[in-house]
């Protein structure tokens, strides 16, 4: 479940504007990024979903 929330925020990050100011897209990346690597390495996860 949390690996698709990852994935809907770089979808998002993706489309934000260039015009954003550039830290506010590195966050972004980073959290889905983090969110994700938690999710594969975690193995509470694993047996959650």
Same mark, same amino acid.
């Not at 949390?2 to 489309?15: H, I, P, Q, S, T």
């Not at 966050?27 to 996860?45: D, G, H, R, Y």
């Given at each position: =479940? =949390?690996? #698709? *929330?990852? #994935?809907? =925020? !770089?979808?998002?990050?993706?489309?934000i504007?260039?015009?954003?100011? %550039?830290? *506010? #897209?590195?966050?972004? *990346?980073? !959290?889905? $990024?983090?969110?994700?690597? #938690?999710? $594969?390495?975690?193995?509470?996860?694993?047996?959650? %979903?």
């Open positions: =479940m =949390m690996f #698709l *929330v990852g #994935l809907e =925020m !770089v979808k998002f990050a993706r489309d504007p260039f015009n954003w100011d %550039i830290s *506010v #897209l590195a966050v972004t *990346v980073a !959290v889905a $990024v983090f969110t994700t690597w #938690l999710t $594969v390495s975690s193995p509470a996860w694993r047996y959650t %979903i």
